[in-house]
Each structure stands twice: as structure tokens, then as C-alpha cells.
């Protein structure tokens, strides 16, 4: 009878299905009559589609791998982003593998095992480092010693003769220094990851070809200088010194450092071309520099003046000389 045949059927629904799908906590009534693949191909309706496959997933009637793979793929076709067609995929289990991939990765963990098993022995024939250690905490918190020696060097807030005497110059000079010294620790790590990982330097023993790949490794520095890579540069006129410790080498590489602001190392650089040519005006021009740059005014002025004296119109030293005195 018709009665018969739009008869629905109720039936509960829990939030996780034995195949892992997820088909929603609610109570939900479809008639039977559209569990068919006729009606679910024709069917357009998400809503619908979600309750027809919440109903096959369920299994009250029966399985139906067939009709349940054609409701979800018309439930993909009209509602893709729809929560039921959501899976929770199995792990991979060792029986789901074929024998070359579970041998492949049983041999990988073996030899994973051994190398873990190797170190460990290698550590412990090391014996223990204890340097590297931090010292273990005590139970009642800091040692007394440290304690005491921590509240030694601080002024207490009601020690008016102490802020007195304190020297606020020597403090200051002291804070300024730390900070260089932290800036330039910085700028050397920099300048460190900055440097190219370049091929071990094997030095002829034919002094003619060791020349000639030292002016090989400078023309190099040059060109990733004017390429402003400042730091390769550096790794190319180090190599070349290796070589061939030539005066103009060294002086390309201080001015590579004082591009990175690297005036100390610049400054040993610049003496050694000073101590092989002592009236090089631009390893003069560039100690200045270094001088300026670390507050020696009056050694910066002397280097400046001794370039003056040989080359008047030098610029450059000029420009150098107006903002010191200023």
C-alpha cells in the first residue's frame, strides 16, 4: 500500500561508525524506499545523501559496500566539504606492508639500533664530563656562598655612603664595554655563518704556481668584493695569503673587514701591510679609519696627516678629518 511504502524508519546513530567515518550524534528518519541506487544517483539533495549513507554505514539492515560507495560518491558530488565523508584512516600496521618495504624498514630501525647502541658505548668510554655540567641544585635553593657573594657586589638602597663613592664614569665605561664586546661576539658569528664552505687549500710545492693560484684566489676576492659579498670576498683573500702573503692582499681583505665593521681585525691587517710598506697611503687611510672608529683620535690624526703630507688632495682624507674635529 502506499501507507507501506512511505513508511520511514527511525533508527540512533553513534559518532563513530565501525569503519571509522564519522555519522553524527543525532536520531534521524529516511523512508526505506530510497535506500536504491536509482534514487541516490538521481538525488541531489546534501542533506538527504548524508542520511542515506549514515543509514548503509550503520549496518542495522545489512552491508552494502556497493550502494554505500555510490551514496558517498553522490554525496561527494553534491556536498564535497560534507563532515560524513570525513574517515579516520587506520595505522599502517606491519602486516599491511609487502615483504621488500617491512624488510627495507626492519633493516633501517636495525641499523638505527646499532649506531644508537655504538654511540652510547662511546660515551661511556669517554667517561663523564663533568665541565659540561651544571652544578645540581640543592634542595634549600641556592648555596649560601653564591648568595652571599651575588648580594656583595649590589649597593643597598639606604647605603648612602656606597652611591656616594660609587664611580659613575668607571660604571658606565664598563656597561659600554660589555656591550661592544657583545656586539662584536655577534658580528663575528655573522660574519662566520656569511663565509662560504669552500674546498680544503692544497699549496704547491712550485713556489711559480703557488703565485699563480694565490692571484687566482685574489682576482676571485675582488670580484665577489665589487659583487658586495663581503664575506666570501674575505675567504678568497685569506686563501690567497695562504699562498702568497703579498702587502695588497692584505689590504683588500682589511677593507672587506671595515665594509662588515670589523675594525680590529681590519686594524691587524692594515699593520702587517704597513710593517712591509710603511708609506702605503691606503693602509694608512684605512688604520684611521679604525682608529675613528674605536675613538684613538689622535692616532687616527697622525695616520691622516702622514697621507695629507704625501697626497694634498687626497679627498677622502679630507672628508675623514672634517668629522673628527667635528
Same mark, same amino acid.
Given at each position: 500500500?502506499?501507507?507501506?511504502?512511505?513508511?520511514?524508519?527511525?533508527?540512533?546513530?553513534?559518532?563513530?561508525?565501525?569503519?571509522?567515518?564519522?555519522?553524527?550524534?543525532?536520531?534521524?528518519?529516511?523512508?526505506?524506499?530510497?535506500?536504491?541506487?536509482?534514487?541516490?544517483?538521481?538525488?541531489?539533495?546534501?542533506?538527504?545523501?548524508?542520511?542515506?549513507?549514515?543509514?548503509?554505514?550503520?549496518?542495522?539492515?545489512?552491508?552494502?559496500?556497493?550502494?554505500?560507495?555510490?551514496?558517498?560518491?553522490?554525496?561527494?558530488?553534491?556536498?564535497?566539504?560534507?563532515? /560524513?565523508?570525513?574517515?579516520?584512516?587506520?595505522? /599502517?600496521?606491519?602486516?599491511?606492508?609487502?615483504?621488500?618495504?617491512?624488510?627495507?624498514?626492519?633493516?633501517?630501525?636495525?641499523?638505527?639500533?646499532?649506531?644508537?647502541?655504538?654511540?652510547?658505548?662511546?660515551?661511556?668510554?669517554?667517561?663523564?664530563?663533568?665541565?659540561?655540567?651544571?652544578?645540581?641544585?640543592?634542595?634549600?635553593?641556592?648555596?649560601?656562598?653564591?648568595?652571599?657573594?651575588?648580594?656583595?657586589?649590589?649597593?643597598?638602597?639606604?647605603?648612602?655612603?656606597?652611591?656616594?663613592?660609587?664611580?659613575?664614569?668607571?660604571?658606565?665605561?664598563?656597561?659600554?664595554?660589555?656591550?661592544?664586546?657583545?656586539?662584536?661576539?655577534?658580528?663575528?658569528?655573522?660574519?662566520?655563518?656569511?663565509?662560504?664552505?669552500?674546498?680544503?687549500?692544497?699549496?704547491?710545492?712550485?713556489?711559480?704556481?703557488?703565485?699563480?693560484?694565490a692571484q687566482r684566489e685574489k682576482t676571485k676576492g675582488n670580484d665577489?668584493?665589487?659583487?658586495?659579498?663581503?664575506?666570501?670576498?674575505?675567504?678568497?683573500y685569506t686563501r690567497s695569503i695562504e699562498l702568497d702573503p703579498l702587502?695588497?692582499?692584505?689590504?683588500?681583505?682589511?677593507?672587506?673587514?671595515?665594509?662588515?665593521?670589523n675594525h680590529s681585525a681590519a686594524l691587524d691587517d692594515v699593520n702587517?701591510?704597513?710593517?712591509?710598506?710603511?708609506?702605503?697611503?691606503?693602509?694608512?687611510?684605512?688604520?684611521?679609519?679604525?682608529?675613528?672608529?674605536?675613538?684613538?683620535?689622535?692616532?687616527?690624526?697622525?695616520?691622516?696627516?702622514? /697621507?695629507?703630507?704625501?697626497?694634498?688632495?687626497?679627498?677622502?682624507?679630507?672628508?675623514?678629518?672634517?668629522?673628527?674635529?667635528?
Amino acid at each position: 500500500s502506499s501507507a507501506a511504502r512511505s513508511r520511514s524508519i527511525a533508527f540512533p546513530l553513534s559518532s563513530m561508525d565501525h569503519a571509522g567515518a564519522w555519522t553524527g550524534p543525532s536520531t534521524c528518519t529516511i523512508p526505506i524506499e530510497h535506500l536504491d541506487f536509482a534514487y541516490i544517483e538521481n538525488c541531489t539533495n546534501g542533506s538527504e545523501l548524508e542520511k542515506i549513507v549514515k543509514r548503509l554505514r550503520s549496518g542495522e539492515d545489512g552491508h552494502f559496500p556497493e550502494l554505500l560507495a555510490s551514496a558517498e560518491k553522490q554525496l561527494a558530488k553534491n556536498k564535497p566539504k560534507s563532515e /560524513v565523508l570525513k574517515k579516520t584512516e587506520r595505522e /599502517v600496521r606491519r602486516s599491511d606492508l609487502d615483504p621488500e618495504n617491512r624488510t627495507r624498514i626492519e633493516e633501517e630501525i636495525n641499523e638505527w639500533e646499532n649506531d644508537a647502541k655504538e654511540a652510547d658505548a662511546r660515551l661511556k668510554e669517554s667517561g663523564p664530563h663533568e665541565k659540561s655540567l651544571r652544578p645540581v641544585r640543592k634542595v634549600g635553593g641556592v648555596e649560601q656562598g653564591k648568595e652571599k657573594k651575588e648580594w656583595k657586589s649590589r649597593i643597598k638602597s639606604g647605603d648612602y655612603r656606597a652611591w656616594d663613592s660609587l664611580d659613575l664614569n668607571r660604571v658606565e665605561n664598563e656597561i659600554e664595554e660589555a656591550e661592544e664586546e657583545k656586539r662584536r661576539k655577534k658580528m663575528l658569528e655573522d660574519e662566520e655563518k656569511l663565509k662560504p664552505k669552500l674546498p680544503k687549500l692544497e699549496i704547491p710545492e712550485d713556489p711559480i704556481e703557488r703565485q699563480l693560484m694565490a692571484q687566482r684566489e685574489k682576482t676571485k676576492g675582488n670580484d665577489s668584493f665589487r659583487a658586495e659579498n663581503h664575506a666570501e670576498s674575505i675567504s678568497f683573500y685569506t686563501r690567497s695569503i695562504e699562498l702568497d702573503p703579498l702587502a695588497v692582499t692584505f689590504n683588500n681583505r682589511a677593507m672587506a673587514y671595515l665594509k662588515l665593521k670589523n675594525h680590529s681585525a681590519a686594524l691587524d691587517d692594515v699593520n702587517e701591510v704597513l710593517r712591509q710598506e710603511p708609506d702605503n697611503r691606503k693602509a694608512l687611510h684605512r688604520r684611521a679609519q679604525c682608529f675613528l672608529a674605536e675613538g684613538r683620535y689622535a692616532e687616527a690624526e697622525a695616520d691622516l696627516v702622514r /697621507v695629507l703630507e704625501s697626497e694634498p688632495n687626497h679627498s677622502q682624507v679630507k672628508v675623514s678629518g672634517d668629522r673628527k674635529s667635528g
